[in-house]
């Protein structure tokens, strides 16, 4: 412990004369002396960074090999074939401080792939626009809402509708793995997980969420995700996405309060959030008795937004605010909006017919009355460079990228560096991936993956095609962790032990299973690179191979007995569950009773479909050779960590 | 530290503390908590969409409703044609006639209709109201955990009771809401997925072994948990099951899931709350009567429950089925045939303990001056009062505090014996 204080104040203290000797000096570390031979097979990079990275002088438990294996595990999505040598020939610090410039990366092949993807190149309101809710749509032909009274014609427009919506859906959800599996830029794409997760939406919130979910992605938070975390905050708070999720885009001032305008004076587009499916016009103006029943409608204040910006996006639930400043937030907050969410909202708007315009105390900080949109400004400042913010951001980093238990030294050196910077995230990622905790034995492969990570793994490691479809991220979802599907705004958990239970594990062995049979997408057992050498090569050396190439080397000499042999010694044969047909041949599946993946809040469920990953609910021919070490690796305890 | 762990084929282990799979370490903790009563079951069915209370368990004695609802209104008890008409209860209230399978339960005194019931706050979101109905928390989005979990988590299993992961089962695809949290608990979509998908070899008995490698830590823990939970399920033979009691389930998804969970019920797994989910109840758009959309969803529901009770048989003496769906509907239609979102809706308590044929809740009225915001039901009962009551004195729960922070009622309806 007394190690860790002394490296912390060294580490703050002497930094801007110590790294870039520090950086080398580490460099020659990692690579362990040992000749690079091989040729980096690695991203290009468009500049080379006159930039070391800052290390921390401090000793590094983990072996050079081990480094090597725990920054892939940890900086990526998995080690793909060549990617240890590559970073065994371009050194573990300086191969870091490239994923620290993720600018500085070319990743050409990855924006090739998404540029013809619509929902990524098209604002939500157009995609609503084009691709509106088969409900919604059903709405607006009337009385003839039921499906068997449709026109041909309209029988069309809502096929089309729906399969729009399917579209969108999709794209959102499988462009997050497509993303992970194809980016040269591996930490940006972590911490855009990280961030995601941290800001959490859900994609049924209600119809208009899932349209704004790619841009949310990637005009949101990864241009932020290394960047100033008030920015991050800023542009979050700011999205059409998070203002429909967390309702902040309804909460007006409370009857009793001033608003900074009269209503009815400005914002008169919302007036068609009255009109029944959106006929309104955006321009229609509003009697004063409709004034008088939007606000009655939708209410006053809504605290949503307000209380989650404490509690889960900045201080956190312990960070020391009261229910006093949850309720002064939301007011400073009050007409930070959106119009019309119902048919695509059209990007934030400020909207002072619904301001609290009154004098407001925020965590100490006076808010004069009569002020607008500089009220939640000052919020967002407030509460972005809180002390509790620093440290509460630190500790979830570090929770990431060290240990579910994060050691308090390293979290308040990153809080430290956090404060230190105004909420610089690539700093305080630097602080921690430089640090003797990351590089410990105890942080040596002690994460357990999320789902998504399990597959997104599995898939770099064979060296699979992105899926254009939705069955890769139906199989994420399967495994328990549905895109953009937490329903409440805490996020995915982000500690092994709430991953694990006998359904996710179960589910984790059978992908393992649907790998070997070649049921999943875009990815063979034994055509993978790497897998050509070994197609002819005895057992042990598939073995080795495929440890090496999914397990990272590290398995005790039982696990690979069990990969060679049938034949193991931990398990009687009368024991051993056996899978003779009659166990479980279960009956095909009806597409149409099989919901989508996601719980549909509104029932009537417009995305239905063949929505479950038929190698899922079926008994899969056995696998043999190479594949069935491949479906065994994968399915291995080994495999869940990270 | 160490515990005594049921581990293999209930054998008894010993794990070290904090490396034992999760419902071993629950298990484990268990022993301070007061324990559950043996094989006391709770099935709990949420209507997802929101049904429509008012046309589900209809007010016939009530004038206004059928002023409110002059196209979709469920005619009066017709003598003669029990078909077209509400199914009469106690002379003011009555079923839809699609819940005519339901009927013979309440003759039974084992069916209690609760109105004006749900969730005290005011949104008419699907997502804000599932979510509370599912936390336990209303107006309160931060519990991270549903109510069902907290009562998992809270009290022990039962002192004869062997360890099982099957304690908790819902038959959804993904663990829902409210069975979130930090005890275990098992989500598949069937029966038949929950195997290992390896169709012959020796990969299966090879990925077992991979698990008992003699690591004790919480993956190979909780994956020798697995195999043992897939044998116990394996040894019920869920392909053999013949329904009871000339039971027929609807061939739809929520019959075959409610025939599922009868099936763990009876294979003695250790089963103590089921949860299962059906959509379709978003009515706004011709919605119909006595026949139609919602008709049709009732039908279905009615009929799984009803069979879901007769394949039970006398082991319904132990079982209670609680249904429940986020709010109910605008007391009058709209102009679409159909009915917007509304505030107060009905639930069914449904089992032996039930004492039944009676229409439980306060009823609040339809006049205008007596709606809700002018327009909805009003609420008389919270859920939470519903769920603390079946909690209690069903499953012997103590901590209601926990599963309820914040909450408190002295009253209950007395819907249990």
Known sequence: MGMHDSLAEYSWMQRPITIAIAAVMAGLTACGGSPATQAASGPRIASVPNEPAAVDMGPREQTADQQVNHVLSRLTFGARPGDVEAVRSIGVDKWIAQQLHPERIDDSKSDAYFAPLESYHT????????????????????????????????????????????KITTEAQSGRIDRALLTERQLQEVMTDFWLNHFSVYIQKGPPERYQLAQYESQVIRPNSLGKFHTLLESVAKSPAMLFYLDNWQSQADSNRPRLVAQGGRGGGR??????????????????????????????????????????????????????????????????????????????????????????????????????????????????????????????????????????????????????????????????????????????????????????????????????????????????????????????????????????????????????????????????????????????????????????????????????????PFLDSAAALDTTPEMARPKPVDPDEVLMMLPDPAGLGPLRGPARDRAFGKLLPPAKGLALIVGLAIGSPEFQRR | MQRRVFVKSGALALVTMGLSPSFLRRTAIGMELPLAQKGKVLICL?????????????????????????????????????????????????LHPS?????????????????????????????????????????????????????????GTCEQCAPTPFRAV????????????????????????????????????????????????LIHGTGQEMFEAVKMLRSANPQQYLPQNGAEYPKSQFGTRLKQIAQLIKSKVGLEIAFADVGGWDTHVNQGAATGQLAQRL?????????????????????????????????????????????????????????????????????????????????????RSVFSEIATKHLGAKNLNAMFPGYSTSSSLGLLG
């Open chain 1, 271 to 568: 007036g068609a959030l009255l009109g029944r499916g959106g006929r309104g016009g955006r321009g229609a103006q509003l009697t004063p008795q409709q004034q008088q029943a939007l606000a009655k409608r939708r209410g006053g204040l809504n605290e949503n937004y307000g209380r989650e910006l404490m509690e889960l996006h900045t201080l956190g639930v312990d960070g020391g605010y009261t229910q006093d400043d949850v309720i002064n937030v939301a007011r400073a907050l009050t007409g930070w909006t959106m119009p019309r969410p119902q048919v695509g909202g059209g990007g934030f708007q400020f909207n002072p017919a619904m301001h609290d315009a009154g004098a407001k105390v925020v965590l100490g900080h006076k808010l004069a009355a009569g002020r607008g949109i500089e009220d939640g400004e000052d919020v967002l400042n407030i509460v972005s460079r809180h002390p509790s913010t620093a440290h509460y951001i630190a500790f979830k980093l570090v929770r990431r990228f060290v240990a579910d238990t994060p050691p308090a030294e390293l979290v308040a050196r990153a809080a430290e560096t956090f404060r230190r910077t105004d909420g610089d995230i690539r700093e305080v990622v630097r602080t921690i991936l430089s640090s003797p905790e990351f590089f410990s034995r105890a942080a040596y492969r002690s994460k357990i993956k999320s789902p998504f990570e399990v597959v997104v793994s599995a898939l770099r490691a064979l060296g699979a095609q992105p899926d254009p479809t939705l069955r890769t991220a139906q199989t994420v979802a399967t495994l328990g962790e549905p895109i953009y599907g937490h329903q409440s705004p805490n996020g995915w958990p982000e500690t092994g032990d709430q991953w694990m239970n006998t359904g996710a594990i179960l589910n984790r062995i059978n992908f393992g299973v649907a790998i070997a049979a070649g049921r999943v997408p875009g990815v063979s057992p034994t055509t993978w690179k790497g897998a050509e050498s070994l197609k002819n090569a005895s057992v042990e050396q598939q073995v080795d191979g495929v440890v090496s190439a999914l397990l990272g080397g590290g398995v005790s000499t039982d696990t690979r007995q069990i990969l060679i042999s049938g034949k193991n």
């Open chain 2, 170 to 217: 819902a038959m959804t695809p993904q663990t829902p809401r409210i069975l979130e949290g930090s005890a275990p608990a098992v989500a598949m979509n069937s029966l038949e997925e929950f195997a290992v998908r390896s169709g012959g070899g020796d990969q299966t008995a090879r990925l077992e072994a991979l698990y008992r490698t003699g690591s004790a830590d």
């Open chain 2, 99 to 155: 819940l005519a399978p339901l009927k013979p339960l309440w003759d039974a005194g084992m069916l209690a209709p609760i109105h004006a019931v749900g969730s005290p706050s005011n949104t008419r979101s699907h997502f804000d109201a599932q979510d509370y109905m599912e936390s336990g928390t209303p107006d309160a989005k931060g519990t991270s955990d549903g109510w069902l979990n907290r009562y998992l988590a809270t009290s």
């Open chain 1, 123 to 166: 604002d939500a309101e157009e995609l609503q626009r084009k691709y509106p809710a088969p409900n919604q749509l059903l709405q607006r032909l009337g009385a003839k809402g039921d499906r068997s009274k449709l026109t041909p014609a309209e029988l069309v427009e809502l096929r089309d509708a729906t399969e729009g919506v399917r």
């Open chain 2, 299 to 383: 039908d279905d529901f009615a009929k799984s429950i009803a069979a879901l009770a007769a394949d039970l048989g006398d082991g319904m003496e132990n079982v209670v089925i609680l249904t429940m769906s986020e709010f109910g509907r605008m007391a009058k239609q709209n102009g679409n045939g159909g009915t917007d979102h509304g505030h107060a809706g009905a639930m069914f308590v449904i089992g032996g303990p039930v004492k039944g044929k009676k229409v439980y809740g306060k009823w609040p009225g339809l006049a205008p001056e007596q709606l809700y915001e002018g327009r909805d039901l009003a609420l008389t009962t919270d859920f």
């Open chain 2, 46 to 94: 949420f209507q997802r969409g929101a049904a429509d209370a008012l046309n589900v368990v209809v007010p016939h004695g009530e004038r206004a409703y059928y002023n409110l609802r002059p196209n979709i209104a469920i005619p009066a008890p017709i003598r003669g044609a029990a078909n077209l008409g509400a199914i009469d209860l106690d002379g003011f209230f009555g």
